[in-house]
């Protein structure tokens, strides 16, 4: 799994690489700093497949910066909070970098990848239950939303996305987090 994610990662950073030739001048004028813009993002989760059994639905919550390269290439990093309703309360935080392809002159829409780091830490509702302890796992996801109103500098829209937390060699964990977004660019669209 690692080999494949790096390979995506290479893939999307030499995609990014190069500046649109054809880039408008309103765009080109934007500084690079001023390309980046800022999502909060509120939602649920639910687990998905075999390995979300031990996950139950809960809320979510996360913020993310991305920088629009000009491409219909998107380059970020997220840092995601969740809490699950199971018997051993499982919260995770995840933070991670993602990349986005938009169709061209559609930005409204993205397919998203994500790799990451899941910080899994646990709060048993019962002292007979066996606490796993805090756990750091490499994980991933695979999403796609949409930005139903787009303003001159908000967007609201909303995504679902697939995570899977490698546990170990043969244990996974999974869930479908789905959210409503807000975004803000400092640029107009």
Do not use: C, W
């Amino acid at each position: 799994m690692k080999r494949s994610g790096l390979f995506v990662l290479a893939i999307l950073l030499a995609l990014a690489a190069p500046r649109a030739a054809a880039a408008d001048e309103k765009e080109s004028s934007v500084s690079t700093l001023g390309l980046i813009s800022y999502t909060v993002s509120g939602g649920g989760i639910v687990p998905a497949g075999s390995e979300g059994e031990g996950l139950d639905a809960g809320p979510s919550a996360g913020v993310s910066a991305h920088y629009e390269t000009g491409t219909g290439v998107v380059l970020g990093v997220e840092a995601n909070y969740l809490r699950s309703s199971d018997d051993l309360h499982t919260r995770i935080i995840e933070f991670g970098l993602t990349g986005r392809i938009s169709p061209p002159d559609y930005s409204a829409a993205f397919i998203q990848l994500g790799l990451g780091g899941y910080a899994l830490a646990y709060d048993p509702d019962s002292p007979l239950r066996r606490n796993p302890g805090r756990q750091l796992r490499a994980g991933g996801s695979f999403g796609v939303g949409f930005e139903v109103v787009q303003l001159s500098r908000l967007a609201i829209g909303a995504s679902a996305a697939y995570h899977g937390i490698v546990m170990s060699h043969s244990d996974a964990l999974s869930y479908l987090a789905v959210t409503i977004d807000l975004t803000y660019r400092p640029y107009s669209f």
